[in-house]
């Protein structure tokens, strides 16, 4: 009698055991919410050739160091699906709504000298000093005539740097370009605790795939003034990491938080009809998510 009830006890446990284990091998679970992305994301210095419209026809420069661009945070919505391989380890899928940040040129302190340096001469010609060209002859004279000049050729250089740099500031702080965003990643998560706890952290490793599509801006397009602004971009593979807790409202409603980041890198070519720039961009970007969960 005592025999068969051991058998009969440890029947029971290994059946439960199997019926929990097969539960949490077949459970799905769905989750949306919202996502706040910060892309982190300043790019290297721009590298080539900028048309910049003067009085004296339109000039094509070689860019100054120290131009760049940064990427804007930006809200969406996130949504993801996992699969729970055991107790602790799933894998899960997460995507969202592609969202569309706004791309702001940070212009060069060289630029920035070039604004200052104008500002006099816009003063006295008027603001249309270095794109009228009634006004070409009159300024480059009264630029040879300053004595720290003190010449003609070295009065178009200047003339130059004061053009490219009363154009370019024009445009620094502003959104010359939107760069959309599609960024799935697929992670393998570990759960702390038993699967019977309300509250369970998890971390997760995975893989990122990031696609971007560059476009210009009004403003982009007023900055080039060089036919339509073509814009490539790289699509990125790396690394990613999360980080975040679940609580477990009953068997099929759950509560979740999470921060996710990957390492992305992507390059970027900006063309018109008579320039060619390029840069890059390798950042972290920082996704703080909340997201409701429904399992089945």
Known sequence: MKTSTLAFSVAATLIAGSACAQSALSGYT?????????????????????????????LVINLPE???????????????????????????????????HDVKLLVSDTVKAGAAA????????????????LKTSAVLSALASNPAIGSL??????????????????????????VKQTAPTLFLNYKFFEQSAALRPYVGVGLNYTKFKV????????????????????DSFGLAFQVGGTYQIDKNWSLNAGWTTAAVRNDVVIRTDHTEERLFY?????????????SF
Not at 30 to 57: E, F, H, M, N
Not at 75 to 86: G, K, Q
Not at 216 to 226: I, K, M, P, Q
């Open 30 to 58: 769905i989750k949306l919410g919202a996502g706040r992305v910060d892309p982190r994301a300043t790019s290297s210095d721009l590298v080539g050739t900028l048309p910049v419209p003067s009085g004296a026809g339109q």
């Open 282 to 294: 390798r950042f972290h970007p920082s996704v703080f998510s909340a997201t409701v969960g429904y």
């Open 153 to 178: 050729a070295a009065a178009q250089v200047a003339y130059g740097k004061m053009a490219t740099g009363s154009h370019v500031n024009l445009y620094n702080n502003v959104t010359v370009a939107r």
């Open 118 to 133: 104008a500002a006099p001469i816009q003063a006295a010609f008027g603001s249309d000093a270095f794109t009228n060209p």
């Open 215 to 234: 476009t210009s801006t009004a403003a982009g397009n007023e900055l080039y003034s060089d036919g339509k602004v073509r814009i490539s971009s790289s």
């Open 66 to 100: 120290g131009n760049r661009t940064e990427v804007q945070p930006k809200s969406t919505l996130i949504f993801s699906i996992e699969r729970a391989l055991s107790n602790n380890w799933s894998v899960e899928l997460v995507a969202g709504t592609p969202p569309t």
